[in-house]
């Protein structure tokens, strides 16, 4: 079992930049698979960036280029850094830990607005 809490949401105007955290707690956090994913208005969730246990990183071809993950094993966190925002960024933002289960946070909301 494993909890997570997403911060570092926001308003930010297109071309901005956010970085996003995801703090892990209640397991062991350096096993698990950890990934982004979205979701707008009327829209399916999508996975953005997904990072694995080992280091190895993909990425959705619609933010390749802008978007970085990243984790820090020691502080049980998996960052987000998003670059070059745009207005269709816009969305609720979740963290994902997935191994034997799978487990979300409750979202960070994205804005990407003038």
């Known amino acids: 079992q494993v909890q997570l809490v997403e911060s570092g949401g926001g308003l930010v105007q297109p071309g901005g930049s956010l970085r996003l955290s995801c703090a892990a707690s209640g397991s062991i956090f350096r096993v698990y698979d950890m990934g982004w994913y979205r979701q707008a208005p009327g829209k399916q969730r999508e996975l953005v960036a997904a990072?694995?246990?080992?280091?190895?990183?993909n990425y959705a071809g619609s933010v390749k280029g802008r978007f970085t993950i990243s984790r820090d094993n020691a502080k049980n966190t998996v960052y987000l850094q998003m670059n070059s925002l745009k207005p269709d960024d816009t969305a609720v933002y979740y963290c994902?830990?997935?191994?034997?289960?799978?487990?979300w946070g409750q979202g960070t909301q994205v804005t990407v607005s003038s």
């Open positions: 990072i694995t246990s080992g280091g190895s990183t």
């Open positions: 994902n830990a997935a191994l034997s289960g799978t487990f």
